[in-house]
């Protein structure tokens, strides 16, 4: 019961990450999503935090395919480096609530924490 519930939650993951990576890669400097121009030399913001992105991906697919301690320390390893690429672009993002951003980063990071591996 408990791996079919992990199961699907890494499932529900990946595809979240999917979608949001089709959604951050189709952005260009002048969408609406992007009015700065990108805080890193003119680049997409979105851009530096595709790599962290597809590696919680792939790790989220390799936990699901085998379920082990090793792939679930991968797992979270990789959800933090996530969280924390994203920690830098509070200010790159317009409509922004810094101190509400970073909270949701802490917050998202403890419960990372909280999952076991069991």
């Known amino acids: 019961m408990m791996k079919t519930l992990r199961k699907n939650r ?4 990946i595809m979240v990450c999917g979608v949001s990576a089709l959604m951050l890669m189709g952005c260009g400097k002048e ?6 121009g990108g805080c890193f030399g003119g680049a997409v913001w979105t851009d ?3 790599d962290e992105l597809t590696e919680w991906e792939a790790a989220a697919q390799a936990y699901s395919d085998n379920p082990t301690d090793e ?6 390893e990789a959800a933090k480096d996530y ?7 509070a200010d790159c993002v317009p409509g922004t609530n810094k101190a509400e951003y970073d909270q949701a980063i802490k917050e998202a990071k403890a419960e990372v924490d909280r999952e076991g591996c069991d």
């Open 10 to 13: 890494v499932k529900k993951a």
């Open 31 to 36: 969408d609406a999503i992007n009015p700065l």
């Open 48 to 50: 530096n935090i595709l």
């Open 71 to 76: 792939n679930c320390n991968r797992y979270k």
């Open 83 to 89: 969280l924390d690429s994203l920690k830098g672009m």
